[in-house]
């Protein structure tokens, strides 16, 4: 256990449906990313936050995806009006803002299956 | 795209030392070798990090080519629980620069 939680853990919706996925990172950690993975494939960066501010996002993040962090603590990843091609793991991790340590520590990550 | 090379996959006996080789010919002076490894149905567990000299932690060594255009990862005794996929990436440490994984190596211990 990394200290990153993530809700739920796995995901079953229907195609044209909206979801939402929580994650929890650790307290102290300013830095908070989201990750998708497809079945034989490694890890693809999705977004970034540093506090509140979402700083970077990918060219992968279409128009249906948003990404919050209110508060900058926990953050949630909404994809509206899913598609198959959505089912994948989504993978939150996040990091201390510390330079000399850049780890980035990961959550279980949710599964999504969109039918 | 992923700026570094492994094999696909490999097998180890348990006991035996496991050494996953990464090239990473077009790394820059700034760039760090990374290892993380993704034991299935989890998330990936960060395993070490080198710039030019060789690392060690209690999980596991790292060799870096004199040229640092490739690298070693060493897992001094392997056990079934080391089976995972691992991956090798280049990276700047400072800033907030994300992880770019490749498909990695899936290391299979066998009893």
Known sequence: DTGVSQDPRHKITKRGQNVTFRCDPISEHNRLYWYRQTLGQGPEFLTYFQNEAQLEKSRLLSDRFSAERPKGSFSTLEIQRTEQGDSAMYLCASSPTDEAYNEQFFGPGTRLTVL | ?111
């Open chain 2, 1 to 111: 795209d992923a700026k570094t090379t492994q094999p696909p996959s490999m097998d180890c006996a348990e006991g035996r030392a496991a050494n996953l080789p990464c090239n990473h010919s077009t790394i820059s002076g700034n760039e760090y070798v990374y290892w993380y490894r993704q034991i299935h149905s989890q998330g990936p567990q960060y395993i070490i990090h080198g710039l030019k000299n060789n690392e060690t932690n209690e999980m596991a060594s790292l060799i870096i080519t004199e040229d640092r255009k490739s690298s070693t990862l060493i897992l001094p005794h392997a056990t079934l629980r080391d089976t995972a996929v691992y991956y090798c990436i280049v990276r700047v440490v400072s800033g907030n620069t994300p992880l770019v994984f490749g498909k990695g190596t899936r290391l299979s211990v066998i009893a």
